[in-house]
Nanobody, 126 residues
Framework: QVQLVESGGELVQAGGSLRLSCAAS??????????MGWFRQAPGKEREFVAAMRWTDSNTYYADFVKGRFTISRDNAKNTVYLQMNSLKPEDTAVYYCAADSGRYLVSTQHLYDYWGQGAQVTVSS
């Protein structure tokens, strides 16, 4: 059984920073062989892609609305993926989910991801 557990979500003022973490575990889960992604869902909206790091070459991909503000990284030794969020805006308020995909293509496509975390609430006040 694979578990993804997000942490680090909290209330922050606009312009502030947060770092989300997602720890992966599972007896048969080889973290280094999974593309890791971050998605978010704001109230009343559909879940959307935020960022991903492909496992084959560590290339990173970002949604346009976070480019230059958010950075995804991973520590394969700790089975953990991070999302550093800077210059936060009220519209970044959402539940943030991490996900793991055994593939290496179409990293922004949600239904290709095999495992999902339970989500972490990020609230940005104006």
């Amino acid at each position: 059984q694979v578990q993804l557990v997000e942490s680090g979500g909290e209330l922050v003022q606009a312009g502030g920073s947060l770092r989300l973490s997602c720890a992966a575990s599972g007896q048969t889960f080889t973290f280094s062989k999974y593309t890791m992604g971050w998605f978010r869902q704001a109230p009343g909206k559909e879940r959307e892609f935020v960022a991903a790091m492909r496992w084959t070459d560590s290339n990173t991909y970002y949604a346009d609305f976070v480019k230059g503000r958010f950075t995804i990284s991973r520590d394969n030794a700790k089975n953990t993926v991070y999302l550093q969020m800077n210059s936060l805006k009220p519209e970044d308020t959402a539940v943030y989910y991490c996900a793991a995909d055994s593939g290496r293509y179409l990293v922004s496509t949600q239904h290709l991801y095999d495992y999902w975390g339970q989500g972490a609430q990020v609230t940005v006040s104006s």
